[in-house]
């Protein structure tokens, strides 16, 4: 792969940064492919294979979920965290709710 577009070093506690860099930088991408994550980073890759890289924050961490939801990453968030022997996990993105979703019936 080559360089990322833009890059972002999360420290811990900084989860509104981490969130406000995905939303400043998005607009530099096409439409969204995917998400890898690695134990210490996380990839947003777009339809043209260009990304931009979250450094820090992996799957282990707790903050990883709000900005994959942030993504519209479709994921679990119970087994994120779980660890795996491959180099890292990859999610689609595009994850659509259905209506009502949010109402209890």
């Known amino acids: 792969m080559s360089a990322p577009k833009a890059t972002h070093d999360y420290t811990p506690g900084g989860l509104d940064a981490a969130i406000e860099f995905v939303k400043r930088t998005r607009a530099e991408l096409r439409t969204l492919r995917k998400v890898r994550v690695w134990t210490d ?18 799957y282990p961490a707790a ?17 994120i965290h ?23 019936m």
């Open 41 to 58: 980073k996380l990839h947003i890759i777009d339809v043209n294979k260009d990304y931009f890289e979250v450094r820090g924050l992996g």
């Open 63 to 79: 903050d990883v979920v709000p900005v994959l939801k942030q993504l519209n990453t479709a994921f679990n968030p119970d087994t």
């Open 82 to 104: 779980n660890p795996i022997d491959l180099e890292y996990k990859e999610f689609d993105t595009g994850r659509r709710h259905p209506w009502a979703e949010d109402r209890v």
